[in-house]
């Protein structure tokens, strides 16, 4: 999606903290998605968070929203190798996603 | 949650040829959705899938290369017609349930065209 950009690559040592980065530019985005893809896999839904939230929290996961420059972050804590995966952002508009070119966690022991 | 079932997972074809892939849930859903995944790349929504009326296509995608049905709630076929090897992808289907937020995606249905 050339309107919601990550980086394509985070290498991060097993039991430190991920955090990858999104930006998007569709201001009527109503909601924005992160989801998983493990290796000949489908994609998984791990959360979403509504535009006008600045954060939330699940478990080991963390999302920060700043609506104003369109910035939104997933932080993974106390990363696993099973987290090894490509997460993709995602805006929506009318539940119609819209996803950055996926980012490619590699977890090094 | 949603369980949604993709058929085929998988599946080799010729070129000229045409697949048909078929998305159903177990859950009472609002909205379905098919998605292209090219080979190494991100996801781009092809169609949303109306129930008894034709899909609303996005920019870059037609009716008669991506015929797509509807037949009921939680069904939904998306046929890639007339196929050449540009059309190798995954093919995924997503949906939303009802009283709920959250956009479910099948596992894909990996085509390749020979």
């Known amino acids: 999606g050339e309107d919601v950009e990550q980086s394509l690559f985070l290498s991060v040592r097993e039991g430190d903290s991920s955090v990858i980065n999104c930006t998007y530019t569709d201001s009527s985005s109503t909601y924005l998605y992160w989801y998983k893809q493990e290796p000949g896999a489908g994609l998984q839904l791990l959360t979403y968070i509504f535009s006008n939230m600045d954060m939330k929290q699940d478990q080991r996961l963390t999302v920060l929203l700043n609506k104003k420059d369109k910035h939104l972050s997933l932080r993974i804590a106390d990363t696993q190798t099973g987290d090894s995966a490509i997460y993709f952002c995602a805006e929506a508009n009318d539940y119609k996603l819209s996803f950055g070119a996926g980012t490619t966690v590699t977890v090094r022991a | 949650s949603a369980v949604i079932s993709q058929k085929p997972s998988r599946d080799i074809c010729q070129r000229g040829t045409s697949l048909t892939i078929q998305c159903q849930v177990d859950s009472q859903v609002t909205m379905m959705f098919w998605y292209r995944q090219q080979p190494g790349q991100s996801l781009t929504l092809i169609a949303t899938?109306?129930?008894?009326?034709?899909?609303?296509?996005e920019s870059g995608f037609v009716i008669d290369k991506f015929p797509i049905s509807r037949p009921n709630l939680t069904f939904s076929t998306l046929t890639v017609s007339n196929m050449s090897p540009e059309d190798s992808s995954i093919y995924l289907c997503?949906?939303?349930?009802?009283?709920?937020?959250?956009?479910?995606f099948g596992e894909g249905s990996r085509l390749t065209v020979l």
């Open positions: 899938a109306n129930q008894g009326s034709e899909a609303t296509y």
């Open positions: 997503s949906v939303k349930i009802r009283v709920s937020r959250e956009l479910f």
